[in-house]
């Protein structure tokens, strides 16, 4: 949260400099305050896993938030019970004409699949097209990061020669966005995908704007230049076990993958994990909430503006 103070304290301008930010008093006076309204489309197939990772980002601000989750109806969910569904998911007919302050579209499973391909991809299609005038600002991630980027900026995803797993190191392409406050320069975070988007692809298109990458796990957040759409390509929702799990089915399948990188313990799968991520995983979400959605969305949300 920001904090307050005159406007003339000669302070304002040496923390303005420092990407710390204040507000104003003529702001503060200004400011019109409600609960945020939050929309999440799972698309992760153990749903109740995913609902509390993201939760647990969320809940962890000052800000008070009212959250509600979407469903696909054009996929049948195999891993998640019915009834659950039934009692916490909406579908897109029953929420189009609402609008939100925020939005959060999951990763899925179907990465090696053309987005052509996927059977809800349609239905996707229209909710992400619905959100350009019923959202202020959406949180892309993993998979659902290059769906929007494909969708929104026609920016293709490559295959990987192998799957990228692991917890990777990466570093700010734009040190002073509000995104990053708070950040260190070098920061963690987890990677599960078979395959990419590319900084080259990012960088020729003028709407788009590259702020965090990996030497090894390649691009890493991008968002557009009206500040409206926000993509990672990670997953720094993760926890601690997450990747393991992953691993383990994986052997448990035959398919003998790779440890996951810089993770476990000596990297060794029979030592536990080491957690380098969690704190700028919550910073970031933090940032989100507060930068992109809480300072900027209209109080009415009758107000948003087509983007």
Same mark, same amino acid.
């Given at each position: 949260m920001p904090i307050k103070i005159?406007?003339?304290?000669?302070?304002?301008?040496?923390l303005e400099g420092e990407n710390i930010f204040v507000m104003t008093e003529y702001h503060a006076l200004h400011q019109d305050i409600r609960p945020l309204k939050m929309l999440i489309l799972n698309l992760m197939?153990?749903?109740i896993v995913t609902e509390t990772q993201l939760l647990?980002?969320?809940? +962890?601000?000052p800000l008070q938030i009212e959250i509600e989750f979407l469903r696909t109806i054009s996929h049948e969910a195999k891993h998640t019970d019915f009834a659950h569904l039934e009692s916490f998911y909406r579908s897109f007919q029953e929420i189009r004409k609402n609008r939100y302050?925020?939005?959060?579209?999951?990763?899925a499973p179907v990465e090696m699949m053309e987005f052509e391909d996927v059977d809800y991809w349609p239905e996707l299609c229209e909710i992400m097209e619905w959100t350009r005038s019923n959202v202020h600002c959406t949180l892309h991630i993993c998979w659902g990061a290059q769906a929007g980027l494909y969708y929104h900026y026609g920016?293709?995803?490559?295959?990987?020669k192998k799957k990228l797993s692991g917890v990777y190191k990466h570093t700010l392409e734009k040190p002073n966005s509000p995104f990053f406050r708070g950040f260190n320069?070098?920061?963690y975070a987890p990677h599960s995908r078979y395959t990419e988007v590319r900084a080259e692809d990012i960088l020729? +298109?003028?709407k788009l704007e590259l702020l965090s990458?990996?030497?090894?796990?390649?691009?890493f957040a991008v968002k557009s230049e009206n500040n409206r759409r926000i993509f990672i390509t990670g997953h720094p929702e993760y926890d601690a076990d997450t990747l393991a799990l992953e691993y383990f089915r994986d052997v448990e399948k035959g398919i003998n993958p790779e440890i996951p990188v810089n993770y476990f313990k000596n990297n060794d799968p029979g030592q536990e994990p080491i957690v380098r991520w969690r704190s700028h995983a919550q910073l970031l979400y933090n940032n989100w909430l507060n930068y992109y959605v809480y300072q900027a969305t209209p109080y009415d949300l009758s107000e948003i503006e087509t983007n």
């Open positions: 005159a406007d003339s304290l000669p302070a304002r301008g040496i197939p153990t749903k647990r980002k969320l809940s +962890n601000t302050d925020g939005m959060i579209i999951t990763g920016i293709p995803k490559y295959d990987l320069d070098v920061f020729q +298109n003028r990458v990996s030497d090894d796990a390649g691009v």
